[in-house]
């Protein structure tokens, strides 16, 4: 590679490990990359370290050894982390949202990757203590949420179905009461998915009673892993308590009124450092 410039090979480093969160790439590959010295490498990284920390888009981690390198990692917290919160509650209130059984349509916002990209980042730092293995949610609308989570993490992604499959050879299925409605529901994973003493982190787009992710529990405990963490786009107020406690939500769904089609929800903070400083 022909010698470029410093400015040229800085975006192009930066580039490199956004793209591959988390992921651990050796110091050689970018030496030889760009043809430069590890010496003026170190500089390159400390540079984008700094810049990426002063307007807290994420950090980089260098790891010494022979098997070391560097890695980018996102995180999303203050006031980052709100102004992604309170556009979804934005969307959230309005009045087309309401559908019948004081449910609200969020399809749209789900599936839109701009938004799920910045909420996976936001699971991830929340989480990033509990350093899981696999990411886990149920066979819903919640799947592109939690791949954002998965990527973030740069771990797999494990999906529990509503019924087994042949195609994915034997599977442990379990039956589940749903927390709302009571009704029983079964949910199902082939043995593949989950090695046991699997670290897992659940990530589901809606809770209202529980029921759901208390059933991705009992599964996961069923294949012999760990639930490390519940995460939850929006959770109900009420019920209160819900059939699981270890979970935390980004928003609060507190009222939805048909008749007047007003949306109460709000985001919720649960560390300091989460907080705005004005």
């Known amino acids: 590679m022909e010698k470029v410039r410093r400015v040229e090979r800085m975006v192009a480093l930066t580039k490199l490990l956004v793209d591959s969160p988390q992921e651990l790439i050796s110091l050689r590959y970018f030496c030889d990359f760009f043809n430069i010295a590890k010496?003026?490498?170190?500089?390159?990284?400390?540079?984008?370290k700094d810049s990426l920390q002063r307007f807290s888009l994420g950090t980089v981690e260098t790891v010494a050894g022979v098997a070391g390198g560097v890695r980018f990692i996102p995180y999303r917290k203050g006031a980052r982390a709100l102004a992604v919160l309170k556009e979804v509650q934005s969307r959230l209130q309005e009045e087309d949202r309401v559908i019948a059984g004081g449910f609200l349509y969020m399809s749209d916002i789900l599936y839109d990757?701009?938004?799920?990209?910045r909420l996976g980042e936001i699971f991830m730092t929340r989480f990033a203590e509990r350093k899981p293995d696999y990411i886990m949610t149920v066979e819903t609308k919640g799947i592109p949420l939690a791949v954002m989570v998965a990527r973030a993490f740069n771990k797999p992604l494990v999906i529990a179905r509503r019924d087994s499959k042949v195609t994915e050879g034997s599977s442990i299925s379990i039956n589940y009461?749903?927390?709302?409605s009571r009704r029983i529901q079964t949910m199902s994973l082939t043995k593949r998915a989950i090695p046991p003493k699997s670290r897992v982190l659940l990530i589901d787009d809606f809770m209202k009673a529980g029921g759901t992710a208390h059933g991705m529990k009992e599964l996961v405990h069923e294949m012999g892993g760990e639930v490390v963490g519940t995460g939850v786009l929006v959770a109900t107020?009420?019920?209160n308590p819900k059939v699981v406690d270890d979970y935390e939500a980004l928003l609060r769904l507190n009222k939805v009124d048909e008749q007047t089609r007003s949306i109460d929800i709000e985001p919720i903070y649960y560390t300091p450092e989460e907080e705005i400083v004005e």
Do not use: F, Q, R
Not at 113 to 117: E, K, L, P
């Open 113 to 117: 990757w701009h938004i799920t990209s």
């Open 177 to 180: 009461v749903t927390g709302s």
């Open 237 to 239: 107020a009420l019920p």
């Open 39 to 48: 010496s003026t490498l170190s500089e390159d990284i400390t540079c984008v």
